[in-house]
C-alpha cells in the first residue's frame, strides 16, 4: 500500500557548517519567539529555514548554504534513527525508527491516514515556503503495524545530537517491509497536507515524495502522553461523579492496568474540590472532554501545571486525562473519524536539521 523509497540526503557539513548541536532545532511549530532568536543567532541553524522572516530569504539562504559547502548532498539511502530521551512520566525510554521518502497520496486511498482535523493558516504558510525552496526541510512521524525491518547497527552512528543518532543504510530492500503497510500520521498533519497540496500543483514524481520518519507501533519506546485540558471559564462535565480527595492519585488509579476503559473518565478540578467524572461507553476520555467546546482551552503536558494554574486562579477547572492508546487512534483512524485536537502528545519530537530532502 505505501510507497517508501531511499531518497538524497541533504545534510550538514560540519566542517563547513560547526558543530551539529549549534544547527539543530525542535520541529517549527513548537519554538516560541523567544527559542527563536537563540537559534537565529547561530549563523547556519535550520531555523533560518523553517521559520524565516520570508520564505524567499530562506531559499536564498538554503541556496547559498549549498553553494558554500555547507549543506552536501549524498547519495540515496534510507537512515535509522534512535531517540533516547526520559518522558514526562520521568522514565527513560529509547524510540527507533527508519528515515525515508514516502510517496504521498489522498487520504480517500486509505495508505495514509490522519487522526486529528488540520486549520488552514499553518498549511498555507507552509505551503509557499515548500514552492520557494523546492526541500522537504522536516520530517513527519508515521506509525505503522508490525515489527521494525532492521536494528540498530552496531557501530558508531554517522551523526548524533540532543538524543538523537542516525545510521546510515545502504540495504534499499528494506523498503519493502513497507509494501503492505497502512500509515498513521502522529506528528505532522499540517505538513503531510501542505505535500499533498503542492503535488497537486506540480504534478511530477519529484513532488509526490515526502520526508517521513516510520516508527513500529510495537517498538518499545513508542509511548503515547497525555495532554491535560485547562478552561479559563468554569465549564462542567455531565456524567457521573465520584469525589477525588487527591486529584493525581485519582488519575493514577483511573490509570492502572489501562489507558482507556469501557467508560471514559477524566479528573475534574476546581479550587472547590476535585472529582471522577464518567461518561457514557463509545467515547474516548479526549472526546467527553470535546463536549465542553474549545472556548478559553488551553493545554498541557504537565498535571501538575494543571492543578498550579487552577489553584492560582489562572483557569477555573481542568480535566486531568489518561493517555490515548494507540490502538484507538488506530481503529478511530480506519473507520474515517478524526479525533479532537491534541489527543496524541508524542514525545520526544523529532528534531529538525539532521536530514533534509530535495525534491
Do not use: C
Not at 9 to 21: I, M, P, S, T, V
Not at 270 to 285: F, S
Amino acid at each position: 500500500m505505501a510507497v517508501v523509497k531511499p531518497f538524497r540526503a541533504l545534510r550538514y557539513d560540519e566542517a563547513k557548517a560547526g558543530a551539529l548541536e549549534l544547527l539543530v532545532a525542535p520541529p517549527y511549530d513548537v519554538i516560541s519567539s523567544e527559542q527563536r532568536s537563540t537559534y537565529l543567532a547561530q549563523p547556519h541553524n535550520v531555523v533560518h529555514l523553517t521559520l524565516p522572516d520570508s520564505e524567499e530569504e530562506a531559499a536564498r539562504t538554503l541556496e547559498r548554504w549549498r553553494a558554500d559547502g555547507v549543506l552536501v548532498e549524498k547519495p540515496p539511502a534510507v537512515w535509522f534513527l534512535v531517540q533516547d530521551y526520559v518522558g514526562p512520566d520521568g522514565v527513560a525510554r529509547r524510540r527507533s525508527g527508519i528515515v525515508a521518502s514516502l510517496k504521498v497520496e489522498p487520504y480517500r486511498t486509505r495508505t495514509v491516514l490522519p487522526h486529528e482535523r488540520t486549520h488552514a493558516g499553518p498549511k498555507e504558510g507552509r505551503l509557499r515556503l515548500l514552492r520557494a525552496t523546492g526541500v522537504q526541510l522536516e520530517p513527519i512521524f508515521l506509525l505503522y503495524d508490525g515489527r521494525a525491518p532492521v536494528a540498530a547497527p552496531e557501530r558508531e552512528p554517522d551523526l548524533a545530537v540532543e538524543g538523537a543518532s542516525l545510521w546510515r543504510l545502504d540495504d534499499s530492500t528494506i523498503v519493502r517491509a513497507f509494501d503492505d503497510k497502512q500509515l498513521l500520521i502522529a506528528d505532522g498533519h499540517h505538513r503531510y497536507e501542505t505535500a499533498l497540496a503542492y503535488h497537486e500543483e506540480e504534478g511530477t514524481s519529484a513532488s509526490a515524495q515526502l520526508l517521513v520518519v516510520l516508527v513500529s507501533t510495537e517498538d518499545p519506546g513508542l509511548e503515547i502522553f497525555a495532554t491535560h485540558r485547562v478552561f479559563a471559564d468554569a465549564q462542567r462535565l455531565e456524567g457521573e461523579r465520584e469525589p477525588a480527595a487527591d486529584p493525581k492519585a485519582a488519575l493514577e488509579r483511573l490509570s492502572v492496568g489501562t489507558t482507556q476503559a469501557p467508560r471514559p473518565a477524566v479528573v475534574e478540578v476546581t479550587r472547590e474540590g476535585a472529582a471522577i467524572v464518567r461518561g457514557e461507553p463509545g467515547l474516548l476520555d479526549v472526546q467527553l472532554v470535546d463536549t465542553l467546546g474549545h472556548e478559553g482551552i488551553a493545554y498541557t503536558p504537565n498535571a501538575g501545571e494543571a492543578l498550579r494554574r487552577v489553584q492560582e486562579a489562572e483557569a477555573a477547572v481542568a480535566y486531568l486525562m489518561r493517555p490515548t492508546r494507540i490502538e484507538d487512534v488506530f481503529a478511530f483512524a480506519r473507520r474515517g473519524e478524526v479525533l479532537p485536537q491534541k489527543t496524541t502528545y508524542f514525545f520526544p519530537k523529532l528534531v529538525s536539521g539532521l536530514l533534509f530532502q530535495p525534491l
